[in-house]
């Protein structure tokens, strides 16, 4: 008689692993958040900017986030104007400069 056959992952967290550390602030990451949606505050930008300064991942991660909002945005601002809109809106220049 045959044993299943079980497969045991072996996940054990290995430590002092360097790049893959992680706050453990439950604030900052909130306040990361916050910050990314354009929601924060002015107490919170400046928690969160002073954080940064000692907290390499939420610094990495603020900086990822930022650049990843900032490509989203040019992307949609291209897309969100259709050609026929543009075509509108210069008809209406020509119409009043006219
Ligand atoms: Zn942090």
Do not use: W
């Not at 054990?12 to 924060?40: F, H, V």
């Not at 969100?80 to 809109?85: M, N, T, Y």
């Amino acid at each position: 008689m045959a044993t299943p056959t079980t497969n045991q992952l072996n996940d054990t967290p290995k430590q002092g692993n360097s790049g893959t550390e992680k706050c453990n602030d439950p604030r900052c990451i909130e306040t990361l958040q916050l910050i990314i949606d354009g929601q924060a505050g002015p107490e919170d930008d400046a928690f969160f900017q002073s954080h940064i300064q000692e907290c390499m991942p939420c610094y990495r991660k603020y900086s990822l986030e930022k650049s990843i909002k900032d490509v989203l945005l040019l992307k949609v601002e291209k897309k969100c104007v259709p050609s026929e809109l543009i075509n509108a809106i210069k008809e209406k220049i020509k119409a009043t400069t006219v």
